[in-house]
């Protein structure tokens, strides 16, 4: 009962919303063109379609975004985990992450364009460096966290090297801090998609700003509700994911 009842409260503020967003235009309260009623989005979704704008968009979008996540999560892990298990190593690399941090996913627009011009490495790099540091410091904190007796009683057992201490111990114990990054980086990566595309880029970014060039501001709210469900299905998949590489907590 209280599943069902939480399910209509929300479904109730959903369609509430939904209604108000309708109202706003229709009784001129905002103008259509710069927030178009929901009522008229299906119809310029199929029309994207049709067109074949949609289909090309989110293929390349997905595209940057999956080599993106990867690179920046990899190194973000393979980094974070090294600064977690050596104190010198995080002694060394201190101030340049300190340096470094503060300094937007935007900031780094020109350096990619000079580096890589106007191409998907472009965007492979931006949306990479959006998702660094989230999974840096997640696995630095999580590594830095494992409980040290663990670490004695497998010395103890024989497992003395570094690698033996990182995969039989630290890895084990840290995915569960790992993961939060994870996820955290997923949405971080699909902001910096947009960021990252918005400069001529094929894709989702790309084409919202040619359609908010023309004030088309029903199609970009189509690529904006597009953003949403590719990020609510990723998301969806990676805690499924995350269940089954955890279910040894339950």
């Known amino acids: 009962m209280t599943f069902l009842r939480s399910t209509g409260l929300a479904a109730a503020g959903l369609l509430a919303f939904l209604g108000l967003w309708e109202a706003a235009p229709r ?17 310029a979704f199929l029309k994207e379609i049709a067109g074949g704008a949609w289909p090309t968009a989110v293929v390349e979008s997905l595209s940057h975004y999956v080599v993106g996540l990867g690179l920046g999560a990899g190194m973000g892990i393979a980094l974070g985990t ?13 101030w340049i992450v300190r340096l470094l941090r503060p300094i937007p996913g935007l900031a780094w627009v020109p350096f990619a364009i000079i580096w890589f011009g106007v191409q998907p490495a472009a965007a492979v790099f931006i949306i990479a460096i959006g998702v660094f540091w989230i999974v840096f410091f997640a696995t ?7 409980d040290r007796d663990l670490l004695e009683v497998a010395e103890a057992f024989g497992f003395r090297s570094a ?48 359609a908010s060039s023309l004030l088309s501001t029903d199609i970009v709210v189509v690529y904006m509700l597009t953003m949403a469900a590719l990020y609510g299905l990723f998301d969806t ?3 499924a994911l995350q269940n089954f590489l955890l279910r040894w907590r339950a």
């Open 27 to 43: 009784l001129d309260l905002v103008n259509p063109a710069f927030l178009p009623p929901p009522s008229t989005l299906p119809a």
């Open 82 to 94: 090294l600064s977690g298990m050596f104190r010198p190593f995080e002694s060394v690399t201190a």
């Open 140 to 146: 630095q904190g999580a590594v830095r966290g494992v």
């Open 163 to 210: 690698w033996a201490r990182l995969t039989k111990i630290l890895l084990p114990a840290a995915t569960p801090g790992i993961l939060v990054g994870l996820r955290t980086a997923l949405g971080q990566a699909w902001m910096a998609v947009v960021a990252a595309e918005i400069f001529g880029v094929p894709g989702i970014g790309a084409r919202m700003m040619q």
């Open 237 to 239: 998949g990676f805690v």
